[in-house]
């Protein structure tokens, strides 16, 4: 019974890594990166929000190293062997075929300055005076720099993903007297003004809540999109539809309207009024994920939930 305990003691040392501490440890890898979801930062929540993130790493110099797609069992972690140096690391999770990554990352040539998320290049759905684009996917964004040193321990960091999405969650209840105009057509909403551009490098970071580490921004470029999602009627006689775009900063204005077939039905209204009321900050806050009642009376009420309203004043027209 001692000889098998002792064996089992030699072969947990030897399959053993140590991170950041005195004492040494044979390890296949010299670093281990654990991804976390900012909002659930404990461990085996995160796949709850992203099924694949691509891991984009380049060196001190800001070139390119390295991409690789974590999925399935990988999603959490990715562990590797790297020569000593310094790196930065960038993940998007959730990146799939509803935006691009430009210029078309080269290992060895791009350089992280250069490059870009874009949801401008996607598919967009066209009418005769311009063009709209249809839903992004949920993105998720994480940075990290670490330095792995030329001899010693092993690198063991956490890096906590936080949205790269909004959620525009709407639903429009006509007052009596006042009903959707007749004529073919389906219903649309529509949504001017929205961000369409990420940087890979860091815009700024916020701290977690717990106090334990921190969440990070990209930088968001100054160019905007036009979007566009499908709408219904519901049994209450209310129209129902949900966008998700890019982020919305503190210095958007997102004009929403309505549309049935080619046909607006209900003014563009700047939602940046109503956002301003609210008791968060765009530019910080970790979910950007509204519930929108528009009531169109007399006047165009825009609630969510608890917040306060607001009520645009004028016609319809």
């Not at 909004?166 to 209840?173: F, G």
Request: charged fraction near 20%; charge should be negative.
């Amino acid at each position: 019974m001692k000889v098998m305990v002792i064996l089992c003691c030699i072969l947990w040392f030897c399959t053993s890594c140590t991170f950041d501490f005195d004492e040494p440890g044979v390890c296949p890898y010299n670093v281990r990166l654990n991804y976390r979801y900012a909002g659930r930062p404990d461990a085996g929540q995160l796949s709850m929000y992203v099924d694949n993130i691509h891991q984009f790493l380049f060196d001190a110099d800001g070139v390119l190293k390295d991409i690789r797609l974590l999925k399935g069992d990988s999603l959490e972690y990715w562990q590797g062997e790297l020569a000593p140096g310094r790196y930065t690391l960038v993940a998007w999770g959730n990146w799939g075929y509803e935006s691009d990554v430009v210029p078309a990352p080269q290992p060895g040539v791009t350089q992280i300055r250069e490059l870009a998320m874009t949801s401008a290049t996607g598919t967009p759905t066209g009418t005769s005076t311009s063009e709209y684009r249809s839903n992004t996917e949920r993105l998720y964004y994480g940075y990290s720099t670490f330095e792995i040193p030329a001899t010693g321990n092993s690198v063991n960091r956490t890096i906590y993903l936080t949205h790269c999405h909004a959620v525009l969650r709407i639903t429009v209840h006509w007052e009596d007297g006042y009903y959707p105009a007749k004529g073919t057509g389906g219903y649309t909403f529509r949504l001017r003004g929205v961000p369409c551009e990420y940087g890979f490098p860091a815009g700024y970071d916020i701290p977690l809540a717990g106090g334990d580490g921190a969440f990070t921004f990209p930088s968001i470029g100054s160019p905007v999109i036009w979007h566009q999602a499908k709408a219904a009627m519901n049994y209450n006689d209310e129209l129902t539809g949900e966008l998700v775009t890019y982020r919305l900063t503190s210095g958007s204005h997102p004009l929403l309207s309505i549309y049935r077939g080619n046909e607006r039905i209900m003014k563009e209204i700047d939602l940046q009024l109503f956002f301003r009321k609210l008791p968060v900050n765009l530019d910080e806050n970790t979910e950007q994920e509204f519930d929108l009642l528009v009531t169109i009376g007399q006047k165009i009420v825009v609630t969510q939930l608890s917040s306060s309203d607001w009520a645009e004043g004028g016609g319809l027209g």
